[in-house]
Each structure stands twice: as structure tokens, then as C-alpha cells.
């Protein structure tokens, strides 16, 4: 009897090209998962996630699903994952799910974080996992900035260009929360909405990084969020400061 199965995974992205799977036989997230619940049902797999990351980006509690055959008990398929997978992508959850549950399509939220290190100084063991930013900004201005994201707006000058673009499907999303304060040696800045463009929040983050030098102002981000501005916002920045924090359903 098959059983459709929802995990619940964390991983550091620094070796990764993404989650999703590449044409060009790239180690991806997705791969790593699919090959060991293959090996494990002893038949191929394919498995589907809450949302893409971009290489080297990594997660708290990414979610997916996938269905098996084999009747193994979910205490020892988790540990069969864990055994087998690389010891940087850790399952934390396994349950079963109703088939009609989909990891993507009902999830109602995200959320994520991006992490600035603003000290001169960053440890080599820290660098991996942060952007490191030791200039002089407006800290105070980037905050405010940062609250204008929110509410629904469309978000083409933040959006890379993506494949799916011949679609014309819609660039408008709906942002809950957008919130940037310090935390130590770091800026963080923690966004949750009901869906994100390619490399959107990193392009959010290198506009706020625009408004902190005084690049552009605040009635300047305005008008590309209100979509007055002219092609696209604030550049990209580094993926390996964002973290997927979890997805709400």
C-alpha cells in the first residue's frame, strides 16, 4: 500500500546547487533526497518540496513530501534518511499525510532570514553562513525601509529574470512581515509572505543595503514598490546569508 510521507529537513546549502534538480547532474538538495528514499523503496522516487532555494542558501525546516511503497515504521525510516544522507542535510520530522496534501500549493506562508555581519572582523567559521557588510550604513534609515516591503504589491523590480517568465504569470505577492534589526555583530532581516520571485529577498536585501549608503531613498523605493520606478531595485546579494526559517500551513 503506498503511504505519502512529509519530512520536515534542515540543511546547510554551502555545497549545494539549490534544491531543485539540475539537467546537468549538479548535487542539489533534491537529489540527495530522492537518491536515498529511491535506495530505500528500492525504486525511483520523486520527491517535492514547499518552494526552491538557490544554491548555497540553507534551511531551518524545509518541507516535502513524497510517496513510498515500503512499510518501513517512520521512527526508522527517518533514521534510514539521516543514516544515509549527507551529515549536512538532516531529516527532523517524518508523518504521513493525506495524498492530496501538497507541500507547495498548501502552504499558506514563509518565512525567511537574512543575516548581515557587520563587524570589520568575520570568523572564517561564521563566513559561510552570512553576508559579510563591515561598511558604514544608515542602519536606522534600512529599518524603515524595510517596513514598506509590506502589503500586497507587485515585485517585478525585485524579481531575477526567471525561465517561467514566458508564462507572464503574475509578479504580485503579498508581504506579512518585514522587519530588519540588530542583533549583535549582525543585521538581521526576517520577511514571511505568501510566496517569493526568484532571488527576490536577496535583491530586497541589496536595495536596503542601497538605502543604508544613501544610494536611494525612501520615496525612491517607494516608487519601485508601487511599481513608478524604473527596471530593477537594489543588486543581488550573496546567497549564503539566507536561511528558509519555516513554512506555515
Known amino acids: 500500500m503506498r503511504r505519502h510521507i512529509k519530512i520536515t529537513l534542515s540543511y546547510d546549502g554551502v555545497a549545494y546547487h539549490g534544491w531543485q534538480l539540475q539537467p546537468d547532474g549538479l548535487i542539489t538538495i533534491q537529489?540527495?533526497?530522492?537518491?536515498?528514499?529511491?535506495?530505500?523503496?528500492?525504486?525511483?522516487?520523486?520527491?517535492?518540496?514547499?518552494?526552491?532555494?538557490?544554491?548555497g542558501v540553507h534551511a531551518l525546516a524545509q518541507i516535502a513530501t513524497f510517496p513510498i511503497e515500503c512499510q518501513i515504521p517512520l521512527v526508522n525510516l527517518q533514521r534510514a534518511m539521516n543514516r544515509f544522507l549527507p551529515t549536512d542535510i538532516r531529516i527532523l520530522h517524518v508523518e504521513e499525510v493525506d495524498a492530496a496534501f501538497h507541500p507547495r500549493f498548501d502552504a499558506k506562508s514563509k518565512l525567511y532570514e537574512y543575516r548581515l555581519f557587520r563587524e570589520e572582523i568575520c570568523s572564517p567559521f561564521v563566513r559561510p553562513h552570512v553576508h559579510?557588510?563591515?561598511?558604514?550604513?544608515?542602519?536606522?534609515?534600512?529599518?524603515?525601509?524595510?517596513?514598506l516591503l509590506e502589503g500586497r504589491h507587485d515585485f517585478s523590480a525585485f524579481a531575477a529574470a526567471d525561465v517561467r517568465d514566458i508564462h507572464?504569470?503574475?509578479?504580485?505577492?503579498?508581504?506579512?512581515?518585514?522587519?530588519?534589526?540588530?542583533?549583535?555583530?549582525?543585521?538581521?532581516?526576517?520577511?514571511?509572505?505568501?510566496?517569493f520571485l526568484k532571488h527576490m529577498i536577496r535583491n530586497v536585501v541589496g536595495t536596503l543595503i542601497e538605502v543604508g549608503k544613501g544610494n536611494l531613498t525612501l520615496a525612491g523605493l517607494t516608487e519601485f514598490v508601487e511599481r513608478r520606478g524604473k527596471g530593477k531595485a537594489g543588486p543581488t546579494v550573496a546567497a549564503q546569508g539566507l536561511f528558509l526559517i519555516r513554512v506555515d500551513y
Open 31 to 55: 537529489s540527495e533526497v530522492e537518491r536515498v528514499v529511491s535506495y530505500i523503496d528500492k525504486k525511483p522516487v520523486k520527491v517535492a518540496s514547499s518552494g526552491r532555494t538557490d544554491a
Open 132 to 147: 559579510h557588510h563591515p561598511f558604514p550604513l544608515n542602519e536606522g534609515l534600512m529599518v524603515e525601509a524595510a517596513k
Open 168 to 195: 507572464n504569470y503574475s509578479k504580485v505577492r503579498t508581504i506579512f512581515t518585514s522587519t530588519l534589526e540588530r542583533q549583535g555583530p549582525c543585521l538581521i532581516y526576517q520577511v514571511s509572505g505568501n510566496g
